[in-house]
């Protein structure tokens, strides 16, 4: 079997991975390690719990190190993008953990913190930034941060920079960028705009996958409980009796449907925390390290709150709402069966879910066991027609893919967005906090702007 010093991997990387207790690289990291150490460009399919993080940080630190230089001021030799703040956080402390004995520096912004302390981490350079788009704006156009001096650039979850609709940003940034340079980038999917973004930002890339993208992974023990709507709250307290259950991460569809859920569950005596976009960063913060230090057994989380968040020993992935684009459902339940860990992901199922059921199956290949329950309906039959909800909640993947991107209203500076949002936009620091959609799957962009003019009513004339 290769190991990390097959791979190329430098001394002071191999002690740091001994440290993190990695005994051989994944799948990932066997096809991306040498390519990026070559200095090529690198496409990489793969989901978050593949190791990817590990697959681009230990040869970018291998190259940074081997030819150590000053960045410059407000500089970075190293540009990680990510698409949510915890995501990018997690990137940082990777690059730290890997990069211990190397004493290079990395630095990390996103939305929603101080800004004077970034712009006082970013002055005098630093050897790896990671930023999520918008924020990495805000500093360009307050010129705390120079992108003309960048070496490697990392994009990371790609296809969920796109949902985020952080494309004008990421369009904006590749302007910026020096164009001799080493890319690499990784993504679940790969449908056509992912592709597009993936040719205006690599040149002549090698391409490596691991698990096709839209697999359930293997390992995670799946089950749905057909319920009525307003007996999940039920099902689900009871559920968590079974102490077998020990770090619970539950999906919601909205913000407010996370908040009732978790209200409920502390008035049942049951120590919950909830994460989502209405949130402050430090709430998020807070809710986080709650679940992950074991003070709360469950985590409530919103779709895009709960991307890239890596936590150990989630030992249940519970979608309280099921998530009407399928491939969110393969995302969701990779949170559990991390790193080789065996997971449950129970769903509860509700008649007019029942259309997103089928879509996740047909996209799976699998059929999803039933689970029986006190609380059960009776399933389904097989030849049983799954009405689809009416309105944009119901749309499938395909044609939600196909509608026009609603991410226009993006500007660059935070004061620009203050400006903005006094017109009654939505304020430009929304954009890292993702959940764009509302109950009815309506683009909250479209919400958040200028009320709909009416016009006044004529009286009929005689
Ligand atoms: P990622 O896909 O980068 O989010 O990584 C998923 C999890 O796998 C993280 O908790 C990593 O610490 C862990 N991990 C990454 N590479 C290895 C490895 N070679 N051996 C064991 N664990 C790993």
């Keep these: 079997m ?17 440290a993190e207790g990695y005994t051989a690289p994944t799948p990932i990291q066997t096809q991306a390690i040498p ?37 410059g001021e407000k500089a970075c ?22 990069g211990r004995f190397l004493g290079l520096s990395t ?36 010129r705390s941060v120079r992108l003309d001096k960048v070496e490697i650039l990392v994009l990371d979850e790609a296809d969920h920079m796109l949902d985020m609709g952080f494309i004008h940003d990421l369009r904006k940034i590749a302007t910026l960028l020096p164009k001799a340079r080493q890319s690499l ?5 790969m449908p056509p705009p992912i592709a597009e973004l993936a040719a205006q930002f690599l040149n002549n890339p090698e391409r490596v996958a691991v698990t096709p993208p839209s697999t359930t992974a293997e390992r995670v023990e799946q089950a749905v409980i057909h319920v009525d709507q307003n007996k999940k709250q039920d099902l689900l307290h009871a559920l968590l009796k079974d102490k077998t259950i020990s770090r619970a991460l539950v999906f ?18 049951f120590e919950a925390e909830a994460i989502h976009g209405n949130k402050s960063q430090g709430q998020r913060t807070r809710a986080l390290e709650a679940f992950k230090k074991g003070h709360a057994r469950v985590l409530v989380a919103t779709e895009i709150a709960a991307r890239g968040i890596d936590v150990d020993d989630v030992s249940h992935v519970i979608n309280y709402d099921l998530p009407n684009v399928p491939e969110q459902y393969v995302h969701r339940i990779g949170r559990t069966a991390r790193a080789a860990r065996s997971g449950v992901a129970i769903s509860f199922c509700a008649p007019d879910e029942r259309a997103y059921l089928r879509d996740i199956e047909k996209l799976t290949k699998q059929t999803v066991p039933v689970m ?10 097989a030849d049983e027609r799954a009405p689809r909800p009416k309105g944009p909640a119901g749309r499938g993947p395909r044609q939600q893919q196909q509608r026009k991107p609603q991410a226009a209203k993006h500007h660059a500076s935070e004061a620009h967005g203050k400006a903005h949002a006094k017109q009654g936009h939505a304020p430009s620091r929304a954009r890292d906090e993702g959940d764009r959609r509302d109950r009815k799957g309506n683009s909250v962009w479209s919400n958040s702007g200028a009320p709909p003019k009416y016009r006044k009513q004529r009286k009929p004339t005689r």
């Design 372 to 381: 029986e329950t006190d609380f059960s309906l009776a399933a389904p039959k």
């Design 185 to 189: 980038f990784f993504s679940a999917t």
């Design 107 to 142: 630095a990390v912004v996103f939305g929603g913190a101080s800004l004077f302390k970034q712009k006082q981490a970013l002055f005098r350079g630093v050897d790896v930034l990671v930023a999520t788009p918008g924020r990495l704006l805000d500093h360009v156009s307050q």
């Design 252 to 269: 919601a569809r909205t913000k407010h449907g996370a908040d009732r859920v978790v209200k409920k569950l502390e008035s049942a005596g």
């Design 77 to 98: 030799r190293t540009l990680v993008l990510a698409p949510t703040r915890e995501l990018a956080a997690q990137i940082g402390d990777s690059f730290r953990a890997y």
């Design 2 to 18: 290769t190991s990390f010093q097959d791979l190329g991997v430098s001394a002071p990387i191999l002690k740091a991975l001994d």
């Design 35 to 71: 390519i990026v150490l070559n200095g090529r460009d690198l496409i990489g399919l793969a989901q978050t719990g593949t190791g990817k993080t590990a697959a681009f940080a230990l040869p970018i630190l291998d190259r940074l190190a081997a030819n150590r230089k000053h960045a």
